[in-house]
């Protein structure tokens, strides 16, 4: 699986993200995929709460409640 490196600023150099794309295009079973994807959507309100813009913050948490979306829509 290609992984892409997170460049973000505060972010540890050299620790690797999958993008939402990768998770939803790995050969896994549907439960595995959706947990990936619940892990990402706590990342994202983790990250959220960092935010000194309350744009950003919005869009993460967003970002959050479509990637849970997801995990229910693939999980079985």
């Not at 959507?41 to 913050?57: D, E, L, S, T």
Request: aromatic share 6%.
């Amino acid at each position: 699986m290609a992984r892409s490196m997170v460049s973000t600023s505060g972010a540890r150099q050299g620790h690797f993200s999958p993008t939402v794309a990768q998770v939803c295009a790995i050969d896994a079973e549907p439960s595995a995929k959706a947990r990936m994807l619940r892990e990402l959507a706590a990342w994202y309100r983790a990250f959220a709460a960092r935010a000194a813009n309350p744009v950003i913050w919005e869009s993460r948490l967003l970002t959050a409640e479509e990637l849970d979306a997801e995990s229910g829509r693939i999980e079985p």
